[in-house]
């Protein structure tokens, strides 16, 4: 799919689809996995409190594991919970053999330190990828859980380029969750990375040089359409809520870290949001389940394929 002058569009990325191809693919395992060895993947996923984004991405993450045929759990405790409570109860699903993936939903109540939460999560139970165990396995070539969001990312540039080898790769952000483990991906990928953030003083020029780009710092529209290197693939993992006033008073949308149509009209391939990574982020969750249970079930996984697997 390359662009030709009578369409100068890049390509879209189309999250929505892909997404549903791993998930299928997720579902094959899964019953193959039932079949041989009798074993069906628990995911137990932990919201506390009543943010409504998060209410959403639980729901969607226990309905997609439940309809690709995992055992999936939600655990809803209130906003007041106590950090002594939340651990004790992550303690009972490490435990629990029928447990194969815990995950609790981000952000957490100020009372409650995520990194606590995080680090009572048992490394190989540990399906977002966040442990220190985990981030350290990816850091020094380990095949720990790879987090959801940067693996998703990953698939997406290994379906529309194939062999990332030698490409310049510029990751814009560097969250423990997002912009550290992409870069390290990439690397993993023998990619030539360069990790900017919201300081860094030359991000135009870093960018032009960039034939892939990851943009997660949390700007809307921050990267500009003249930034962009001819025929570069952009991956927008921006999720901002942008004022609408057109559509009335206190209406917002969804807009992502890339000036999209401007972009557009010089990438060679690009993500949409929303409809471009925030699908697969969901979609490798239930793929790193299914490798979490078959590591602890020491049994192979079924179709083990070269789309990001740890
Ligand atoms: N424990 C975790 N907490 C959080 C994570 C995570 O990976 N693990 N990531 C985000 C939220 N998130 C998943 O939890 C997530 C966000 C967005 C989407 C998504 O599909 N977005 C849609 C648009 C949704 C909208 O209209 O608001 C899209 O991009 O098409 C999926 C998952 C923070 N917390
Ligand atoms: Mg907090």
């Not at 070539?141 to 990953?154: E, I, N």
């Not at 790769?169 to 360069?194: D, F, W, Y």
């Amino acid at each position: 799919m390359t662009q030709t002058p009578a369409d100068p569009q890049a390509t879209l990325i189309d999250g929505k689809a892909m997404a549903a191809r791993v998930r299928a693919h997720v579902a094959r395992d899964v019953a193959t996995l039932q079949e041989r060895h009798g074993l069906t993947p628990g995911l137990h996923v932990v919201i506390v409190g009543d943010n409504p984004a998060s209410q959403i991405y639980v729901r969607n993450k226990v309905a997609q594991a439940t309809e690709a045929g995992l055992a999936s759990v939600k655990h809803e405790l209130p906003a007041g919970t106590a950090e002594a409570d939340l651990l004790a109860l992550v303690a009972r699903l490490n435990a629990d053999p029928a447990v194969h993936g815990i995950l609790v939903q981000l952000p957490l109540p100020p009372q409650i330190d995520e990194q606590a939460v995080i680090a009572a999560i048992a490394p190989e139970k540990d399906v977002d990828g966040f442990h220190v165990i985990n981030a350290g396995k990816l850091a020094t070539g380990g095949d720990g859980l790879v987090p959801c969001t940067p693996l998703g990312c990953l698939i997406m540039l290994r379906d529309r380029l194939g062999d990332l080898s030698g490409l310049d790769a510029l990751v814009i952000g560097r969250s423990n969750i997002v912009g550290k483990p992409m870069a390290q991906l990439l690397l993993r990928e023998h990619c030539t990375v360069t990790v900017a953030h919201s300081r860094s003083r030359n991000l135009a020029d870093l960018c032009r040089r960039a034939d892939i780009v990851v943009a997660a710092v949390g700007r809307a529209h921050l990267v500009q359409g003249d930034w962009i290197k001819p025929g570069a693939t952009v991956i927008d993992v921006g999720m901002n809520r942008v004022p609408t006033p057109e559509k009335g008073a206190g209406k917002t949308r969804l807009a992502g870290d890339v000036d999209f149509a401007a972009a557009r009209a010089v990438a060679g391939a690009i993500t949409p949001v929303p409809g471009g990574v925030g699908p697969m982020t969901i979609a490798c969750l239930l793929k790193n389940t299914v490798t979490a249970a078959c590591r602890q079930a020491g049994v192979p996984l079924p179709s083990p394929d070269s789309s990001g697997d740890a």
